[in-house]
Structure formats: structure tokens, C-alpha cells
């Protein structure tokens, strides 16, 4: 399911930059065929795509409404589906997933208050289930302290997060056959200062930790490199709630999660 999850939200990014569709009538009719009390919608491929084909519907490349019609948009299909709290569990992580992905902390933190649930409403095992969908989220939102990490790098460096004295780390996860990957990592190496202004921590996956070497010393990366073959089972990919590469957060000398940019762009902001 997650497999699937990811290979739909590529393919609501690929589509980002399309015309925004009117927006009115579309978050009033778009659902009224769908029955949200049908638990078998949580392992329907086609509720999926309709989730995906709704949140798509927002982009139309203006930043500063695509974050306030998403979530007007989450706000009308989170009402419907909270007939059925299986459901409502399953919008709910989904769109978790997706805006985490494309670093849309807005959009992640109004999901974390459990939208169109008024206090009372649901019962304590339902919202332990919620809770514990929002606690992954939780531990890495901007403001939250990251998650400590000790390990030794692909260089045998012994190096703890939490230790260091750097007045900025920039912790990226990667993958060693990720293209974009590469220029991200690049960007960063060109024009970050990663010697006095930021210290670059890296965890990658890769086929073997010799890939990882030979990529790092082809990029001239300086910092601290991990590589786990646990893979995305890595206890630094799933302390940090990784599911993408690359997926990049920013902490600040307190080891607080300042910002968590999409892009190079983002990150240059």
C-alpha cells in the first residue's frame, strides 16, 4: 500500500504545474457519489486515484493559495468521511504522506489537529488510532527537536547529532540513483558554507556502503555520511519518517527543526 501511495503522489507532483480546474463546485459535487461509511474504499486503488485527481485539482502554480485551497479542500472530504472513522483514519494518512512529502508544513500541521472532529466526538480508541497516525508527524514537525542520532559514518568517524556545537545542520536523506538527489546535494556543496555556517549530515541509500563512498568522494561532499543496509528500515530513516529521497530537514544550534525545504529553492529561501 505504501508502494502505491508513493507512486501516486509522484504522479500528483509530475502533474502540479496544470491549470487550476473552478474551485466552488468542485469542492461542493466532487464527492457526492462516494459512500464514506464503505470501509472497502481504505483498499480501493480507484478511491486512491480520486484522492489524488481531487488534491491535484489545487495546483495551478500560485504558492500562496495552493496551502489555503488545500485545506479547504481537506476541510470538505475530511467532513464527509468522518461517518466512518476507518475511513477518515485513512484520508488522513494519506494526505499526511503526500503534503509531508512535498514539504508542506502548513498544510501538515493544520492536518495534525485532526480537521472536522469536535472534541467529544469520537471515541478514546478511535482517537488512540489517530494519535498514533499523528505521532510520526508529530516528532518531526518545524518547532519539534529532531531526532538524536550517534552512529559511525561510511569513514569510520564516530558523530552524534546531538553533540555537535554546529550552528546549523542540514540532515538529508538520498538515494545514490537519484539524479535529483545528486543536484540537490550539489546545490548545497556550491553554495552553503558547510565549514562554518552549516554542517552537512547525509544518510543514503544505496546497495552497499562502498556505493556510498565512491558517490561521496565523486561529489567532494564534506560532512558526515551514513549508510544502513536496513535500507528504509534504517532507525535514522524511520526516527525521522523518511518515506522520499530526498527529503531534507534544517536544525538550528538547539538541534530544532527549523524548516523542511522541498527544493533547492525552497532551501535557498
Not at 485527481?53 to 485545506?71: A, C, N, P, V
Amino acid at each position: 500500500m505504501n508502494k502505491i501511495r508513493n507512486i501516486l503522489w509522484v504522479t500528483f507532483l509530475l502533474l502540479s504545474t496544470a491549470s487550476l480546474r473552478a474551485q466552488t463546485d468542485r469542492l461542493q459535487t466532487y464527492w457526492a457519489d462516494t459512500d464514506f461509511t464503505d470501509t472497502t474504499l481504505i483498499s480501493s486503488r480507484a478511491f486512491s486515484d480520486k484522492l489524488i485527481d481531487y488534491f491535484y485539482s489545487f495546483t495551478d502554480g500560485d504558492e500562496q493559495r495552493f496551502d489555503s485551497l488545500s485545506i479547504a479542500g481537506l476541510d470538505v472530504v475530511l467532513g464527509r468521511a468522518k461517518v466512518n472513522m476507518r475511513v477518515y483514519d485513512f484520508v488522513l494518512d494519506f494526505a499526511l504522506n503526500g503534503y509531508s512529502n512535498m514539504g508542506r508544513d502548513r498544510v501538515v500541521d493544520y492536518l495534525l489537529n485532526y480537521p472536522q472532529l469536535l472534541e467529544g466526538e469520537i471515541t478514546m480508541e478511535e482517537g488512540l488510532r489517530l494519535d498514533s497516525i499523528a505521532e510520526p508527524y508529530q516528532k518531526v514537525r518545524v518547532g519539534a527537536k529532531a531526532p538524536d542520532y550517534v552512529g559511525v559514518t561510511i569513514d569510520g568517524k564516530a558523530y552524534e547529532i546531538y553533540a555537535s556545537t554546529a550552528r546549523n545542520t542540514l540532515v538529508v536523506f538520498w538515494s545514490t540513483d537519484c539524479e535529483y538527489c545528486h543536484e540537490f546535494l550539489t546545490q548545497i556543496r556550491k553554495h552553503l558554507d558547510l565549514k562554518s555556517d552549516f554542517e552537512l549530515v547525509t544518510f543514503a541509500l544505496a546497495e552497499s556502503q562502498e556505493e556510498v563512498l565512491c558517490t561521496v568522494k565523486k561529489m567532494r561532499l564534506p560532512g558526515y555520511h551514513f549508510y544502513d543496509e536496513k535500507r528504509w528500515d534504517g532507525d535514522a530513516f524511520l526516527d525521522y519518517h523518511v518515506t522520499s529521497t530526498p527529503t531534507v530537514f534544517v536544525l538550528d544550534e538547539t538541534k530544532t527543526i527549523v524548516c523542511k525545504p522541498y527544493d533547492w529553492q525552497d532551501l535557498k529561501q
